[in-house]
């Protein structure tokens, strides 16, 4: 059975800092996804990694996956408060459809 | 496109009654998901269909639970009866599996259900 594992679980960062938010996972997994969700809404789809070594970036967030350490990273740079929200990585069993959810990290950015 | 389109909003309902939540799936995607979000569970999927057809429910908490796909086109997902301990956000999501999918989930916006 996958079992997902992220880290820091709550992180309270200053505007303009870097941090890294850690995403493992028990079993081989080709294929994972990663979520924001803002209080009270729903899971707004963030990056898809679809192979080892897959690298994606949109603004100050850079997502990355190795799948041979069964670990994925979501990098904030020089964050700002709009980052605020929780992040959710998400890998998918080999072979099936359905994605198995971290419990989220809350991210907080102070001004 | 709409998106994945969920009704209703905001349920409250005494235990006891009957629940029935609803789900239309992007047009053109294959699979729909059933979520249940809690603040001591986190995000746990109930239920998943392919084609119309169910694939996974070994999520569904109880008996009292029960999901259907009539077409590719809509979900319910019934609750009967209901307990407090049924109150959460549910949410629906959909994909596009196999061939040039992505398999990339698309979530509704939610119903959040009270059961008093």
């Known amino acids: 059975e996958l079992k997902v594992e992220q880290n820091p679980l709550f992180l309270s960062m200053q505007e303009g800092k870097n941090y890294t938010i850690y995403c493992n996972y028990s079993?081989?997994?080709?294929?994972l996804y990663w979520y924001r969700q803002d209080p009270g809404k729903s899971l707004e789809s963030l990056f898809v990694l679809l192979s080892n070594g897959a690298v994606k970036q949109e603004g100050r967030l850079m997502a990355s996956l190795d799948t041979k350490a069964r670990l994925s990273t979501l990098h904030i740079t020089a964050a700002v408060h709009d980052l605020s929200a929780t992040y959710f990585c998400a890998p998918s069993p080999q072979y099936g459809n359905k994605l198995v959810f971290g419990a989220g990290t809350i991210l907080r950015v102070k001004s | 496109d709409a998106g994945v389109i969920q009704s209703p909003r905001h349920e409250v309902t005494e235990m006891g009654q009957e629940v029935t939540l609803r789900c239309k799936p992007i047009?053109?995607?294959?699979?729909l998901f059933w979520y249940r979000q809690t603040m001591m569970r986190g995000l746990e999927l109930l239920i998943y269909f392919n084609n119309n057809v169910p694939i996974d429910d070994s999520g569904m908490p109880e008996d009292r639970f029960s999901a259907k796909m009539p077409n590719a086109s809509f979900s319910t997902l019934k609750i009967q009866p209901s307990e407090p301990r049924d109150s959460a956000v549910y949410f629906c999501?959909?994909?596009?599996?196999?061939?040039?999918?992505?398999?990339?989930?698309?979530f509704g916006p939610g119903t959040r259900l009270t059961v008093t």
């Open positions: 999501a959909s994909s596009l599996v196999g061939g040039q999918g992505s398999y990339e989930q698309y």
């Open positions: 079993t081989t997994s080709d294929r």
């Open positions: 047009s053109g995607h294959n699979s």
